[in-house]
Every structure is written in structure tokens, then in C-alpha cells.
């Protein structure tokens, strides 16, 4: 401790935008950095947690994804907590931690919450997207009420506080306390690994033993490839597969380097953007591959030659071979969920093992309840999201880990399980049609006549002709939902469209992006025929897609006749 830092309490003004989407707040990072726009979302974020506990109570997690503006936001949010009278903050070394690495410590710790500064799927750097997300006790998402309370705050704000003289090394492994003028006690830093804790989570969840034997001995041929695409998750892949699993002949790792901006790319791990991992797979050469997001959330899980899973059949393929994973083994086995646009192929997994399933809204923060009050396992988004109650975020290298153990477990290939679950419970042939930054109101007057629609019911009934088959429209409505743990209640969560043959279109905006609307369209169909099942998912959904279109007139609102990314 050397002497005590002063106080300074700035004037600032309010912002209209600051209102948190589907998680946390995304801007360009050149908005965060000017004007103070950070540091009233930071104040209002203090502000609001008072509320709920004296702050001088609360030790707070701090973590990011490694994007431009990072290193800054933890320095900045190091010297406002010890202005606000904080207890303690736990820091990331170098403020680097995957979300989910950020929900394990908040947990593991007990602590009172968690700031993660991230805009997980989008594109970093100084011309890109920042993003702040908030978390709390549980480890997850901060909800609704939370997150809209904070909103309010952002808007009235007049002043924000800092202690500008802090300054700590956020790369060296330490504990570090200051004396702050006008507070009794000290303030305490401690800059811990960033990937430590996650490990030992990963090492108490999964037989590492057997995922070891998976990649070295048993079958000399299993190789695997991972791509983390520049963002936070390079360091615990290395460390975990190289190291800890002792991979390194059989795990070829791509873009392991944290970089502030990504290397330029979008840390998104679809099609589209992990094109390169699917490239590498093309040649045959590996068993599995696997590519995550910007803040280590988001799974893509290949097969052999680029055989793509898509992340709803992933999360039905998973909660089928659940008992292979000590932790289910241990902990048993509760129901599912899934968000609402994401495919029902779960659904009869749900079924068949008799377990409940549960619809939420878009965004992991609806798990939250359903996973404290032990009402689910494991959840998943068609968005590349898979996770489980170990933590209360998704978990990209969770969901690698666990396709792993299903794999040396069974015995087969990716494909080859795949065919084995379509056999078993039909398939769900599902795709997304993104329409992104679009400029002007065409997509909200496009949801607002769909939002017409739903409510005049003029279209139940009708029948529509696409292609060779025929639609029937038995239910059109704006999705809401009641959680069933503390009843609050969420509306116009996406427009759906569910047909007579058990298909369903659902229309929305996404709540993640920085610039102009994006517009998702979702599709979902069922088929029980086994001679369907190698059909080409895009083949086969087509009728539908024209369908979707069609009815909502996308073109003539947005003026896009092709969608930016399909998966
Ligand atoms: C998207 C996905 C949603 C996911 C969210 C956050 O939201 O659709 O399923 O939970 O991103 O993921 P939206 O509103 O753009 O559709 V992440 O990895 O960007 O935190
Ligand atoms: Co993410």
C-alpha cells in the first residue's frame, strides 16, 4: 500500500443508446471510447448493484475477450471501482478470460457478480465492435430486470467517480491493495490465470484420461483439428490439449494468438466465417474439428472431410450420450431447453427419455433460472451454442470436450453417430438465412406486418404451394415467454410460423448487432423418412425458405435478395 488515492468525481451526460440487447452492450469500439460512454455504463452498472448490497461488500470478476480496448476497459474499471467504494475486484491477467471461464469464477469464488468485456461474435479492433456484458452471482447473464434497471440509470446519469492514480500491472499474477480517501477499507486487486480454474473445472467434469488415450494411444489415426480464430480461446486450447491431454502430434491448433483485432476476421465459428477450418477439414485428413468464437462461448463441431453438425442436432446428440460424462454420472441428469428458433430435434430426445423440455426466448440469460432450480442439464441455441449447469454461460470448449468423450466413447465417426441419431429419432433439417446491416426501416416494417398478421390471424389456415408440397399455416404468433421459476414475463421474442406438417419459419431481429438491423430467419422441418436423411439440408429446405420470403415480402422490404450468412 503507498499512499491514498484521491476521489475525483467527473460531471458527464446521459446517453439515450445505452440499453443492453440480447446480451450486454455492442457499439463500435470508437462510441465506448469517447465521450465517457464507458464509464457512465460502468457507473450505472456500480450504481445499480448498491441497490441489491453496499458495494464496499462485493468482490466483482473482471474479464475480456482480448479486443482492442480491453486492456484499457480494465485499467479504467480497476481505478471506478476503487472510486466506488468496491471490496474487491478479481482481474483477469492481461484481462483475458473466455466468458464462460468468467461465469466458473464468479461461481467458484462466490463471488458477487461479473463484468465481461466482450462483443463476443463480432468483429474487434478500433473500426470494429466492443462490447460490456454484466453477470451475477449465479455466474449468468444478467436479466432482464437487471439489465433494463441499468438502462434506466444510463439515462440519468451526471456524474461518474474514479480514482485516476491506480495504476497495476494487470499482467503479473498478483495481490494488490489501496488505500482510497474516505473509505475504511482497502481496496484489493488480485490478477489471477486466466485459464487455471477453467481447467480444473474441465478436469472435474470429463475423464481426461480417457480423452488422453483418444489422442494418443488407442487410435493413432484420430486427429483433430482446432481453429480458435484469434479470439480468447487460443490459451486454453493449447494448454489443454497440448498440455493437459498431451496432444500435441494429434491436435493441429490454428490461430491460437489472442489478437486485438482478430486478425480482421469475424470471430464467428460458422460456414461462413470459420471458412478456413472448413477448408482444412475438406482434405480428409481429420477425424473432428472444432472452431470458437471471440469470447470462447460458441462451438462449431466438424467431421470428417467438413461434415458439419448443426449446433441444434449437436445439442440432441449430446443430451443422448449425456451418461458418458462422469459429471451427469455424478449429478444426474435433469431436463433440457433450448431457445425457441432453435430446431426441436432435442425435443424427441427429451421424449424419448421422458425428460421436460423447455422453449425459452433467444439468449442464454433465460437458462439461468431453469438450470439454478435444477430444472435442466444442459441447453443450447442454434446460434452455436451448447452448455450445462457446470457454468451459467455456454461453453464452447465444454461442448468440444464433451463431443470428444461421445466419440471415444462409441467408437464411430461424427457422420456416422449422426446417421445413427437421425435413424433413432428422424432428423430436423434446419437452417438460418442471416440479412445483416441493413440500413434503413424496411426489416421493422417487415416484422411490424408480420406482427399484423399474427394478430388479425388472417393467414391461419391458408394453405400455401412452394415447390412440389403444400403449407399449411396452423399457428402464426409473436413468441412470449413466462419463466416458470420467478413468472416474469418477455414478449415479441420472434415472429413464428408453425405449419400443419410440424414446419416452422420464425422471423426476428438479432439484438447483438452494432450497425443497421439484421433480420434471422429460421427454419425448421421434421422428416421420419430414412431415405431423406443424407439429403442436403439447404436442398431440402428450399420450398420453405421461398415460402418465408414470400410471406414476408423480404425483398420488397429490405431490398436483399441473398442472405450475408447462411448456416
Ligand atoms: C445472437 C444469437 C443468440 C445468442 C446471442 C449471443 O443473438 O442469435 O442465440 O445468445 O447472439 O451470443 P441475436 O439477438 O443477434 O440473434 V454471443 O456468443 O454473441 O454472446
Ligand atoms: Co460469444
Not at 2 to 20: A, C, L, M, N, Y
Not at 131 to 139: A, H
Not at 262 to 285: I, K
Amino acid at each position: 500500500m503507498s499512499g491514498t488515492h484521491k476521489v475525483e468525481i467527473r460531471e458527464t451526460k446521459p446517453f439515450t443508446d445505452q440499453k443492453p440487447g440480447t446480451s450486454g452492450l455492442r457499439k463500435p469500439t470508437k462510441t465506448f471510447k469517447e465521450n465517457n460512454y464507458f464509464e457512465n455504463f460502468i457507473q450505472s452498472y456500480f450504481d445499480d448493484v448498491q441497490e441489491q448490497k453496499p458495494l464496499q461488500q462485493c468482490t466483482l470478476v473482471v474479464g475480456g475477450d482480448g479486443r482492442n480496448f480491453v486492456k484499457e476497459g480494465v485499467k479504467i474499471i480497476i481505478q471506478m471501482a476503487a472510486a466506488n467504494n468496491v471490496h474487491k475486484l478479481i482481474v483477469a491477467s492481461n484481462g483475458i478470460m473466455s466468458t464462460p471461464a468468467v461465469s466458473n469464477v464468479i461461481r467458484k469464488y462466490s463471488t458477487d457478480g461479473g463484468i465481461v468485456l466482450t462483443a463476443s461474435h463480432n468483429p474487434g479492433g478500433i473500426n470494429a465492435d466492443y462490447g460490456v456484458k454484466f453477470n451475477i452471482s449465479n455466474g449468468g447473464p444478467a436479466p432482464e430486470a437487471i439489465t433494463n434497471s441499468i438502462w434506466d440509470k444510463t439515462r440519468q446519469i451526471t456524474h461518474f467517480k474514479i480514482c485516476s492514480t491506480i495504476d497495476i500491472d494487470i499482467s503479473q499474477l498478483h495481490k494488490q491493495q489501496f488505500q482510497i480517501e474516505g473509505s475504511s477499507q482497502p481496496f484489493e486487486v488480485e490478477i489471477i490465470d486466466s485459464v487455471d480454474d477453467y481447467v480444473e473445472l474441465m478436469k472435474s467434469i470429463f475423464d481426461f484420461d480417457i480423452l488422453k488415450s483418444l489422442l494418443n494411444y488407442e487410435k493413432e489415426h484420430f486427429k483433430i483439428m482446432i481453429n480458435a480464430l484469434s479470439g480468447v480461446m487460443g490459451p486454453y486450447v493449447t494448454r489443454i490439449f497440448h498440455q493437459e491431454l498431451q496432444g500435441k502430434d494429434s491436435v493441429i491448433v490454428k490461430n491460437c494468438q489472442p489478437l486485438e483485432d482478430f486478425g480482421g476476421h469475424h470471430p464467428d465459428p460458422n460456414l461462413t466465417y470459420a471458412h478456413e477450418l472448413v477448408e482444412d477439414m475438406e482434405h480428409g485428413d481429420y477425424e473432428f474439428g472444432a472452431a470458437f468464437d471471440g469470447d470462447g462461448d460458441r462451438n462449431m463441431i466438424l467431421g470428417k472431410k467438413g461434415f458439419f453438425v448443426t449446433p441444434c442436432d449437436s445439442l440432441a446428440v449430446l443430451a443422448a450420450n449425456l451418461n458418458v460424462i462422469p459429471y451427469f454420472r455424478t449429478h444426474g441428469i435433469n431436463g433440457y431447453a433450448r431457445s425457441m428458433p432453435t430446431s426441436g430435434a432435442v425435443d424427441r430426445v427429451a421424449k424419448k427419455q421422458g425428460k421436460e423440455l423447455y422453449e425459452t426466448p433467444t439468449g442464454w440469460k433465460f437458462f439461468g433460472n431453469l438450470m439454478d432450480s435444477k430444472k435442466i442439464s444442459i441447453c443450447g441455441e442454434e446460434s452455436f451454442g451448447t452448455g450445462s449447469d457446470h457454468i451459467r454461460e455456454k461453453d464452447g470448449m465444454w461442448a468440444v470436450l464433451s463431443w470428444l468423450s461421445v466419440l471415444a466413447t462409441v467408437n464411430k465417426s461424427v457422420e456416422h453417430l449422426l446417421n445413427q441419431h437421425w435413424q433413432t429419432y428422424g432428423r430436423n433439417f434446419f437452417t438460418r438465412y442471416d440479412y445483416e446491416e441493413i440500413d434503413g426501416s424496411g426489416p421493422f416494417a417487415m416484422l411490424k406486418r408480420l406482427e399484423g398478421f399474427c394478430m388479425s390471424n388472417e393467414l391461419l389456415n391458408k394453405t400455401f404451394p412452394s415447390g412440389t408440397k403444400q403449407y399449411t399455416i396452423q399457428l402464426m404468433d409473436d413468441f412470449n415467454y413466462t419463466d416458470p421459476i420467478d413468472q416474469s414475463y418477455t414478449e415479441k421474442q420472434g415472429i413464428r410460423i408453425i405449419f400443419t406438417d410440424g414446419s416452422r419459419i420464425v422471423f426476428r431481429l438479432s439484438g447483438t448487432g452494432s450497425r443497421g438491423a439484421t433480420v434471422r430467419l429460421y427454419v425448421d422441418s421434421y422428416e421420419n423418412d430414412p431415405s431423406t436423411y443424407d439429403k442436403d439440408a439447404q436442398e431440402m429446405l428450399q420450398p420453405l425458405v421461398s415460402l418465408a420470403l414470400n410471406i414476408a415480402q423480404l425483398k420488397e422490404f429490405t431490398g436483399r435478395d441473398k442472405p450475408t450468412v447462411i448456416t
